[in-house]
């Protein structure tokens, strides 16, 4: 089941770069569970493939023996992720920074509540995350990598049994929320 949601999170961030990325040729994006052909091992790490070539998926660095990206956006020429600690699935090490052509992380801060996704609002200037078993909405302090929960989900009749998936904002004041 998590293996299903890892791979919606990465079509999700894939769309969601396209969308920004009119002119641009290249997509970004990170693989977690999809195992290279001929192999039995599963490598991990930040990917790139041309709009032209989808199939020719570049790995820009192996990962595999790091924390795996869990929750991730990008947001003024940067990837930011927040990653578990290597050999867990949700204890969370902390929030970095992901250069998009070398795969180098560089941490903002360790710690912090775990996200399931994170989403970049330019209208308000700010980073919110999906955390707490996918039930609240949260904003993320980009310098010290603090969650602050600001509101929870509830669907029509007001139960809180709604879990959300993945996270987007767009340019006119408006977050979309996916379950």
Not at 71 to 91: D, L
Not at 146 to 166: K, Q, W
Request: hydrophobic content about 40%; proline content about 1%.
């Amino acid at each position: 089941m998590k293996k299903n949601y890892i791979l919606n999170y990465i079509f999700l961030f894939v769309l969601f770069m396209h969308m920004f990325a009119v002119q641009a040729t290249t997509i970004y994006a990170y693989r977690s569970f999809q195992r290279d052909a001929g192999s039995t091992a599963s490598v991990r790490g930040p990917v790139k493939f041309d709009t032209s070539n989808p199939r020719a998926i570049s790995l820009i660095a192996d990962q595999s023996k790091m924390g795996i990206c869990y929750a991730g956006t990008y947001y003024n020429y940067k990837w930011y992720a927040q990653v578990t600690q290597a050999g867990t699935q949700s204890t969370v090490d902390g929030l970095y920074t992901i250069d998009m052509e070398t795969g180098q992380r560089s941490l903002i801060a360790s710690s912090g509540l775990q996200l399931t996704d994170m989403t970049y609002d330019y209208s308000t200037n700010t980073m919110y995350g999906i955390r707490n078993g996918a039930q609240k909405l949260a904003t993320i302090n980009l310098a010290t990598g603090e969650v602050t929960d600001i509101a929870s989900f509830h669907d029509n009749a007001g139960s809180n049994n709604v879990y959300m998936l993945a996270l987007a904002a767009s340019f006119s004041r408006s977050c979309f929320c996916f379950t």
